[in-house]
């Protein structure tokens, strides 16, 4: 689908904040040029980056969620730890944890970026039907971490298999 097309499908939803996510959207060059018009047309953009890609040419009214991949995803190698130096007050950050030692890491990483004061939110979401939601919540209660423990909600409201949603 060409830019035009997308922002098309966009307006015909008639909302007014729109989440480009993916896969990794920053792959595809056209989702400057698509952030940029839908901003054009008065809508709250928000971009979720799996984080091992630079975000400096994303445009400055974006709200950009960027994904720190923890060990247990295989991919903590691959952060691109120069977009925690450029968050801005309205980014958030996310980790997804699936162990007791991916909550370490990133509880680590929290405090080493001082990420609560940075950006507007931090997330810690369980991995989905592996790490228990309750036990996340406790380990951050027990710590006492500003952050918000996050579910992935589309696979509690679709199939946890659904893609597209």
Sequence with gaps: MSVEEVARAV???????VEITGGEPLLQKAVYPLMQQLLDEG????????GH?????????????IDVKCPGSGESDRNNWPNLDRLRPTDEVKFVIKDRGD???ARGI???????TRCTAVHFSPVHAVQDPQAL??????D?????????????IWDATTRGV
């Design 137 to 142: 919540a406790a380990w951050v209660l027990e």
């Design 43 to 50: 809508r709250t953009v928000m971009l979720e980056t799996g």
């Design 11 to 17: 307006r015909a939803y008639r909302c007014d904040v």
């Design 53 to 65: 890609l630079s975000v400096d040419q994303v445009p400055a009214a974006v709200i950009r969620v």
């Design 110 to 116: 929290v405090a080493n970026y001082d990420l609560t």
């Design 103 to 105: 909550y370490e890491y």
């Design 144 to 156: 006492g971490l500003k952050v918000r423990v996050q579910l992935q909600v589309h696979k509690y």
